[in-house]
Nanobody, 115 residues
């Protein structure tokens, strides 16, 4: 079984909301910066948001004010709350855990935003 398991993707109309979840082992969550990446059709994978072990969050400009990344250490889960979704948010969303010298990837969950 994978170290990171994403869920919560689906089809939503523009303007709607989705919440993605990434289940991780306790050791991974405690020792890594956790991030969400996405890959749109025909494009390279890009960082969407990441959160440090201390809870400091960073976002790509295109999602600031619309997306929120959070971590629940008790549930060993990282979330990405996505509001006011746009068609350009469509893509496969991947959970990532990283620290110096190593990183982990989930298999991804598909988000489709229809107009």
């Amino acid at each position: 079984q994978g170290q990171l398991v994403e869920s919560g993707g689906g089809v939503v109309q523009a303007g709607g909301s989705l919440r993605l979840s990434c289940a991780a082992s306790r050791s991974i969550l405690s020792n890594n910066v956790m991030g969400w990446y996405r890959q749109a059709p025909g494009k390279q994978r890009e960082l969407v948001a990441r959160i440090s072990t201390a809870g400091n969050a960073e976002y790509v400009d295109s999602v600031k004010g619309r997306f929120t990344i959070s971590r629940d250490n008790a549930k060993n889960t990282v979330y990405l709350q996505m509001n006011s979704l746009k068609t350009e948010d469509t893509g496969v969303y991947y959970c990532n855990a990283a620290r110096i010298g190593i990183q982990y990837w989930g298999k991804g969950t598909l988000v489709t935003v229809s107009s």
